[in-house]
């Protein structure tokens, strides 16, 4: 990192928003922007989505190995069994206005929930473990009673017998889930669990790093997760598609859009240079989401929308490609998910990154405390109050 020891000097070497710092190292994933590939523990999420469930990378992300069956069972179960909200949150859920963002609810949900916990100052590894099952079960409960409950419906409670993905669509729509649904959520729940050193995830890390408490970690990493240039660029990307329209409007929206410097929301990577892997997979689940959904419009914007990118000049020097949140949207919609819900399910797969990198931080930790050049005026005379204009 760039040496702040002297207030005065040169600010020519600082790497505005951190960009291609590296910090520390990460056993958790590998992000290869150059070539396109993600790796989680080692493994390539092409060879992941193909194969794995969400549980399974769950405990990789969290235990550094594969399961055995046993331990996949165990950690099935342990993730079921943590799928009811206590009353008390229940409760506050009620009390939230149903004009609330529901990233900023399940922020505050996160905050509540460690009131709840007896564990949750605890920052020994079993508990902290506990605690990241805990978390992954319980967020994708608030997000699906919030919705129930903004909706004027009651709850629907947990199926132990459901996996993480099928549960959480059937707690949502109390509906048996369709299997092919359920294994689109759960592709899209894989392909997002974790992505090395993103702004959500460092904010996860930095409050760790002071020995907070990981409630308190989570909720941060929520908070930076909300934004649109990071999470929410999902809900802004379908916003963007439904402004669209229908697909003889892409290529007016886009000269438009254009001409007008907007950004497209979906588009761009701060690591990624080529499509994101992510993306790649995601339009390939959408388009077999596609094969029996009924209306096809979105996915037919945005892969008219990404041809137009992929051809444009602008968006070829600046390798700005389709980025994780662009197919998310239309597969996110396809699957009945509320648009203004679509960075809460980002988070009910990231939570597993965040606490795996939690639990990584905690085991070398150090502060993380960078520097600052202060660049502004320095010993100014003070003013009496009477005496300012
Ligand atoms: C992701 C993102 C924040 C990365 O930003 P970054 O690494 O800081 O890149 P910059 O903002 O410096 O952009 C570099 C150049 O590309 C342009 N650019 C970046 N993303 C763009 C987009 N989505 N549409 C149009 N132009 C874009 C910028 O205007 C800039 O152009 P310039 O060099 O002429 O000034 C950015 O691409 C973006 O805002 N994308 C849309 C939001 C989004 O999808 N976020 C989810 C990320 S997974």
Redesign the pocket.
């Known amino acids: 990192m760039s040496n702040t020891s002297n207030t005065t000097g040169s600010t020519d070497n600082m790497a505005k928003?951190l960009?291609d710092v590296v910090i520390t190292t990460t056993k958790l994933s590998k992000v290869d922007g150059i070539a396109g590939h993600l790796y989680y523990r080692g493994y390539s999420i092409d060879v992941l989505a193909q194969h794995a469930s969400f549980e399974e990378v769950a405990h990789l992300l969290w235990f550094g190995h594969l399961p055995n069956k046993a331990e996949l069972q165990a950690t099935r179960e342990r993730l079921a069994r943590e799928r009811y909200l206590t009353p008390g949150l229940v409760d506050s859920l009620r009390n939230i206005p149903s004009t609330a963002s529901p990233m900023a609810v399940l922020r505050s949900a996160v905050s509540l929930l460690g009131h709840y916990d007896p564990e949750a100052e605890d920052t020994n590894h079993e508990a902290v473990m506990d605690k990241a099952c805990r978390l992954t079960a319980q967020i994708a409960s608030v997000i699906a009673a919030f919705e129930r409950l903004r909706r004027g419906q009651e709850l629907v409670e947990p199926r132990e017998d459901l996996n993480h993905a099928a549960n959480f669509l059937y707690m949502l729509t109390g509906e048996e889930p369709d299997p092919a649904a359920s294994r689109a959520l759960e592709m899209y729940l894989i392909l997002l669990a974790d992505h090395e050193f993103?702004a959500s995830t460092f904010a996860a890390r930095v409050t760790a790093s002071t020995m907070s408490d990981l409630y308190s970690a989570v909720t941060a990493a929520i908070g930076a997760l909300k934004g649109?240039?990071?999470?929410a660029?999902n809900q802004?990307?379908m916003e963007q598609f439904m402004e669209i329209g229908s697909v003889e409007n892409v290529r007016s929206w886009f000269e438009k859009a254009k001409a007008e410097?907007?950004?497209?929301?979906?588009?761009?990577?701060?690591v990624y240079k080529v499509l994101?892997p992510r993306a790649r997979h995601l339009r390939e689940v959408a388009l077999q989401l596609n094969e029996v959904a009924e209306d096809h419009r979105w996915l037919d914007i945005a892969l008219k929308l990404e041809e137009l990118v992929e051809s444009d000049p602008?968006?070829n020097e600046?390798q700005?490609h389709p980025?994780?949140?662009?197919y998310s949207a239309p597969l996110l919609y396809t699957l009945g998910i509320p648009v203004d819900l679509f960075t809460t399910i980002f988070a009910m797969s990231r939570i597993v990154g965040w606490t795996a990198h939690v639990m990584e931080q905690w085991a070398d930790n150090r502060l993380i405390r960078p520097r600052a050049q202060y660049v502004g005026p320095i010993d100014l005379p003070w003013v009496p109050l009477e005496q300012r204009g």
């Not at 410097?261 to 701060?270: A, D, L, T």
């Open positions: 928003g960009e993103n649109p240039l990071h999470g660029a802004k990307a410097r907007r950004r497209i929301m979906g588009v761009g990577h701060r994101d602008y968006f600046r700005l980025n994780v949140d662009y």
